[in-house]
């Protein structure tokens, strides 16, 4: 299952509801929503509240991707303002062993991410453990950014894994997705691709129709 997972990073905040309306008529099912701190990561984005509210009228899959320092403590939060997943960063938490099942007991299903300085035999250990992994390709912080060439042979060691494993496991990239990335990204092993800036920058219509049509030509280029 392939998907196209915009980023409310990058959103017109001011018109944030009616963004989300333009995603779902346009065929998006899955939502991106980074939560950010400013302790894990440089920058403060926007928590439980703004979740809470657009999960009232939206019926999105709510990607919910923690860049925070000891998630744990906030696991029951936005489970209960309406997440569908939860992905922690492996490099933020106490005991990953513990979040993970902690996510798993909350009910949504869990996702494990890493920067791009973290390498993927961190997290090899635990792929049965969760439903998704995230492989950051660029700094976490910050939307906009360029996409991190030597980030691409992490997704292929981890799709390799996956498939050794014989697991059902996401692989999601985060970071610098755009025309020029896509199938680079595709092609490695990822199949749950972030977009920001990509798509929120300019008309949102036609650049959601632009970036579904051309996943779909990778698509029938790599199947
Ligand atoms: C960055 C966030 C991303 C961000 C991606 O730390 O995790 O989800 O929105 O933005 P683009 O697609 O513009 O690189
Ligand atoms: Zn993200």
């Known amino acids: 299952m392939y998907q196209l997972c915009p980023s409310i990073l990058s959103a017109d905040f ?11 008529k346009e065929g998006v099912e899955w939502l991106h929503i980074d939560v950010m701190d400013g302790d894990f990561v440089p ?3 926007f928590g439980m509240p703004v979740i809470k509210s657009i999960r009232k009228e939206s019926k999105l899959f709510f990607d919910v991707h923690l860049m925070v320092t000891e998630p744990e403590r906030y696991i029951r939060d936005f489970v209960a303002c309406g997440a569908d997943s939860i992905t922690v960063h492996a490099e933020a938490c106490e005991d990953i062993e513990r979040t993970i099942e902690q996510i798993r007991e909350a009910g949504v299903k869990v996702g494990i991410s890493i920067k791009p300085a973290t390498p993927v035999n961190d997290i ?9 992994v995230l492989i950051m390709t660029v700094q976490p912080g910050f939307g906009g950014q360029k996409y991190m060439d030597e980030c ?3 997704i292929r060691e981890v799709r390799e894994l996956i498939e050794a494993e014989n697991l059902n496991v996401d692989v999601q990239v985060d970071g610098g997705i755009n025309d020029e990335t896509m199938e680079t990204v595709m092609t490695a092993g990822a199949n749950l691709l972030v977009a920001g800036s990509y798509v929120f920058n ?7 129709r632009h970036a579904r049509a051309k996943m779909d030509e990778i698509i029938q280029k790599i199947d």
Do not use: F, Y
Request: hydrophobic residues 35%; aromatic residues 0%.
């Open 43 to 45: 920058s403060i984005s």
């Open 14 to 24: 001011n018109r944030l509801g009616e963004q989300i309306k333009t995603l779902e």
């Open 152 to 154: 691409t042979e992490k």
């Open 202 to 208: 300019g008309d949102l219509e036609a650049n959601v």
């Open 124 to 132: 090899s250990h635990m792929l049965e453990d969760v439903d998704m």
